[in-house]
T-cell receptor, first 115, second 114 residues
Framework: EAGVAQSPRYKIIEKRQSVAFWCNPI?????LYWYQQILGQGPKLLIQ????????DSQLPKDRFSAERLKGVDSTLKIQPAKLEDSAVYLC?????????????FGEGSRLTVL | TQLLEQSPQFLSIQEGENLTVYCNSS?????LQWYRQEPGEGPVLLVT?????EVKKLKRLTFQFGDARKDSSLHITAAQPGDTGLYLC??????????????FGKGTKLSVKP
């Protein structure tokens, strides 16, 4: 079974530039998450999708971050304009829908460095 | 805001030693998960505990969920270099039967030296 795919693995940009990350979840997983993991910290949820609808985006900085999952499969996370504090690993995860205490399957992450 | 505090933050031990990692909160969680994350990889689920007082064993790893479902511990017996990694606990609160957001702790970075 193929895992969660993310790209790019690494990205270096200057502040005020824009960047986009792509995620392809495990086939059949209706729930998709984007997490931000700053060095030395645990993952922080940015946004959760159920199919192509947003379940929770309360911690997404909406003035600069946006995410979409148009067909309920792949998802894109965009940052525009980037700030220095956005340097982090962006993890995508997926899970089966509406499973109590279900397992999250994570991708390898996209490491962003903002100079 | 729910907070999951993990301790210790860093742990460096010799192969063969035992260790315990703690995860504490003032909030009650319907379930708690432990993940291990290796450098350059995403977290991988080790175990899920859902019942207060529950104990689960995974080879040399023993996980316990507190009676009040506010805390958990992970005990590793006879640690091996392959146990090296970042151990994350994550608490879930369910909303209407669906899995709510997972709140992650900051993790315990374990290094086991041969």
């Amino acid at each position: 079974e193929a895992g969660v795919a993310q790209s790019p693995r690494y990205k270096i940009i200057e502040k005020r530039q824009s960047v986009a990350f792509w995620c392809n979840p495990i086939s059949g997983h209706a729930t998709l998450y984007w997490y931000q993991q700053i060095l030395g910290q645990g993952p922080k949820l940015l946004i959760q999708f159920q199919n192509n609808g947003v379940v929770d985006d309360s911690q997404l900085p909406k003035d600069r971050f946006s995410a979409e999952r148009l067909k309920g499969v792949d998802s894109t996370l965009k940052i525009q304009p980037a700030k220095l504090e956005d340097s982090a690993v962006y993890l995508c995860a997926s899970s089966l829908a509406y499973r109590v205490a279900g397992e999250l399957f994570f991708g390898e992450g996209s490491r962003l460095t903002v100079l | 805001t729910q907070l999951l505090e993990q301790s210790p933050q860093f742990l460096s031990i010799q192969e063969g030693e035992n260790l315990t990692v703690y995860c504490n909160s003032s909030s009650v969680f319907s379930s708690l998960q432990w993940y291990r994350q290796e450098p350059g990889e995403g977290p991988v689920l080790l175990v899920t505990v859902v019942t207060g007082g529950e104990v689960k064993k995974l080879k040399r790893l023993t996980f316990q969920f507190g009676d009040a479902r506010k805390d958990s511990s992970l005990h590793i017996t006879a640690a091996q270099p392959g146990d090296t990694g970042l151990y994350l606990c994550a608490g879930a609160r369910n909303y209407g039967g669906s899995q709510g957001n997972l709140i992650f702790g900051k993790g315990t970075k374990l290094s086991v030296k041969p």
